[in-house]
Every structure is written in C-alpha cells, then in structure tokens.
C-alpha cells in the first residue's frame, strides 16, 4: 500500500513516442489544434514537436487522434502509455492494436467488408476537437436527443435530463467559470521546475486516498490545453449537450447517462457530425461560484451534470481507424 502511495504523484510513466516524418508533413498543424493535452509545439521551422511541461516528459494520452487528423500521414505513434507502479498503475496489456473485430488478425481494410455499419462507425469514431463554425440544425440535434431518450435503463426509469445548448455566450460562461477553478489546482499540481516536490507529493498523495479518479496525471494536461487556449474548453463547438442524472434513478443512475450519451455520440456521427466527451467543466459546475451558471442552464436540484458533449460540423477528416491500448479479457467457459 505505502510503496502504491509512493507513486500518487507524477508516478513514473513509460510514454507512446510521438514521431513526425518531416519529407511528408505538411505544416497544417492539425495535430496541434486537435491534441488534447498541448502535447505538441511548433518548432522554427514550422514542423511540429512533441513535448512535455510540469514534470511530464511527454504528454500524450496515447489516443492517436493527432494520426487520425493528419492529412499526410507523416505522425506515427509506437508503444502503450503504462504507469508502471503505484495508485496509477494501468492494468491495460501494454498491446497497441488496430481492431480485430473477426478474430482472425486480417487487416482492418480486409475485415471491414463483413462488419455491420453499426460495427464500422464504433471504430471510426474519434473524438472531434476541429469544429467549423456552421451552426448544427435543431432538427439533426433533436434526432441525437431523441436516441438517447431510447436508450436503456434500469427499471427503465430514465434518470436523466438532456440540456441542449447553442448559446455561444453562456457556453463561454461555463469554460470561463469552470477554469478559474481548474487552473488553481493545475497550477497546484504541476511542476514548472519539473522536479516533484516532497510537498506536493504529500499533499496530493493525501488527496488520492479520497479522490484517485480525479487526480490521475492525465486531466492536468488538459487542464493546461484549455489554459494556454484561452479557456477553451468546448473547441469552439457550436453545440453542447449537458447530460444530467436524477440522484434517486433506480441502481446505478450515472450508468444509464453514460449509456443514453454513448446513443448520442454514435447518432451524430453517423449524421456526419463530429462530438468529443468534456467532463473537464463538470465537476467546476457543482462549485458555489457557478450556482448563477448552474440556474442559466437549467441544472437544479435533484438534477446533477455527468457529463456533456461537444457536438458540431469537423473541420476536415476526423474520423478514421486508429490503433488502440488493450484492456485484459478473460474468457471462462
């Protein structure tokens, strides 16, 4: 336990290497724009460059969405992101693979043909930070509400409420608000020396025992994206959907809002639009200097945000096949 607890802050991490094959890089900077995590920089040249800050010697999430936008395939990414040791372990296989839905190890472009269209768009997907700014017609929002409305349940109690939000002005509100609280603890956490300190390793290890989940290193480095992009939490979406959950749903209420979101996701995707899960703003909303934002949206008791989705038009391609790390399955039987 104490060797775990030793590890709580800025645990040691084994990092994906980010490559840039500069004969084939177009200086678009797509992979800039849309990293999550402010992971690359634009060198004197122009060529972007993978990086780390705050005593991270990378930043990246290992997701890929930097291959999946690069029009010229000059990025490549090789290996996991693994936290070897300690309260932040990754219990995922240390295996980066393309999906092999058929079992057989063919080629994605081999094994596509014999998938659902159903099957093809869960693959595709990827989380959209490159929005035009072209408004999304109520009518294509109210066909994404209305799957998530269908969505299963427990005791097929619907304990959400889904906010719609097109309101450029008050979902500026939300990032502003929810920044000035975020940026405190960003600040706290991160190192600019790069060195961890035995404070803050104290004081977060202490913090871990009652919140693992939100002091994982990962979140930071959005929070430091969102920062150096001016409060930029939502991308310039010009729609976000708020899903909120009924605290009394019967069984596991955020469960079944996690559910009706992913109906959403896949719903507008397959209308051709683009989304990205944000939870980054949702825990600064339930603080008391968001109460005049909470009311603005319409998020009153019972009600409770878990979590919203940034939906627009992409800008340029986004969705694509992409490798990805690998949970463990066991198969009994």
């Not at 693994?82 to 472009?109: H, I, K, M, N, S």
């Not at 600040?187 to 977060?204: C, E, T």
């Not at 939100?214 to 899903?243: C, H, Q, S």
């Not at 996701?265 to 603080?287: D, K, M, Q, R, W």
Request: some cysteine.
């Amino acid at each position: 336990m104490f060797e775990d607890l030793g590890q709580a802050y800025l645990p040691q991490t084994r990092w994906p290497r980010r490559m840039v094959d500069r004969d084939k890089c177009e200086k678009c900077l797509r992979c800039i724009d849309s990293c999550p995590t402010a992971g690359f920089e634009k060198d004197e040249e122009g060529f972007p460059v993978p990086v780390g800050y705050g005593g991270m010697d990378q930043a990246c999430l290992n997701c890929w969405n930097c291959v999946a936008v690069c029009p010229s395939g000059a990025l490549t990414i090789e290996g996991p992101y693994q936290v070897p040791a300690g309260r932040y372990r990754t219990l995922t296989t240390g295996e980066v693979r393309f999906p092999d839905p058929l079992a057989d190890g063919r080629p994605w472009d081999q094994a596509e043909p014999e998938l659902t269209d159903t099957e093809k768009l869960i693959y595709k997907r990827r989380s959209n930070r490159l929005f035009k700014k072209k408004p999304v017609p109520k009518h294509l929002l109210h066909r994404i509400v209305e799957a998530g409305r269908f969505a299963p349940s427990a005791g097929n109690c619907q304990p959400y409420k889904f906010i719609v939000v097109t309101d450029r002005a008050l979902i500026n509100e939300v990032e502003k608000g929810s920044m000035e609280i975020l940026r405190r603890l960003k600040n706290w956490y991160l190192s600019p020396s790069g060195r961890r300190s035995k404070a803050k390793a104290a004081l977060f290890t202490a913090a871990s025992l009652l919140a693992a989940n939100k002091l994982d290193p990962r979140p930071f480095t959005a929070m430091e994206k969102a920062d150096r992009e001016n409060n930029v939490i939502y991308w310039g979406a010009p729609a976000v959907i708020f899903i909120c959950k009924n605290p009394r749903g019967i069984s596991n209420p955020d469960l079944d809002c996690g559910i009706a979101a992913q109906n959403m996701v896949l719903t507008a995707h397959s209308l051709g639009l683009g989304t990205c899960y944000i939870g980054l703003s949702i825990e600064p909303l339930n603080f008391p200097n968001m109460a005049g934002t909470r009311k603005k949206l319409g998020i009153t008791p019972p009600w409770k945000a878990i979590t919203s989705i940034a939906i627009g038009w992409p800008r340029g391609k986004i969705d694509k096949v992409v490798k990805r790390d690998s949970p463990p399955v066991e198969w009994i039987g």
